[in-house]
Nanobody, 124 residues
Framework: QVRLVESGGGWVQAGGSLRVSCAAS????????MGWFRQAPGKEREFVAA????????YYRDSVKGRFTISTDNAKNTVYLQMNNLKPEDTAVYYC?????????????????WGQGTQVTVSS
């Protein structure tokens, strides 16, 4: 059974930093492309970042470029999202996801497995 479990969310003031983690089990972690998405209240879920396992390429939505960094630790089967200089508009539930096929990793439909999400709240 595949499980993705996020942790590390919380409350932070604008300009602060948080690192959210996603521990994977039940799959060959190093074979899966990993992504982070987020959903703010009243809005659709949106792509945040992804890392391609075959090339090591990283992708980010424009609004987080230069502030967020996605990384993986294969020894711990964990993907991270380091978030710096957080803004109130970053407030959302953050979800990690895993995709075996490396196609259009910015799209939700490309992912096979999802975590339950972790709340990140940024106050102004």
């Amino acid at each position: 059974q595949v499980r993705l479990v996020e942790s590390g969310g919380g409350w932070v003031q604008a300009g602060g930093s948080l690192r959210v983690s996603c521990a994977a089990s039940g799959l060959t972690f190093s074979s899966y492309h990993m992504g982070w998405f987020r959903q703010a209240p009243g809005k659709e879920r949106e792509f945040v970042a992804a890392i391609m396992r075959n090339t090591g390429n990283r992708y980010y939505r424009d609004s987080v470029k230069g502030r967020f960094t996605i990384s993986t630790d294969n020894a711990k089967n964990t993907v991270y999202l380091q978030m710096n200089n957080l803004k109130p508009e970053d407030t959302a539930v953050y979800y990690c996801a895993a995709a075996i096929r490396g196609v259009t990793v910015t799209r939700e439909g490309s992912y096979d497995y999802w975590g339950q999400g972790t709340q990140v709240t940024v106050s102004s």
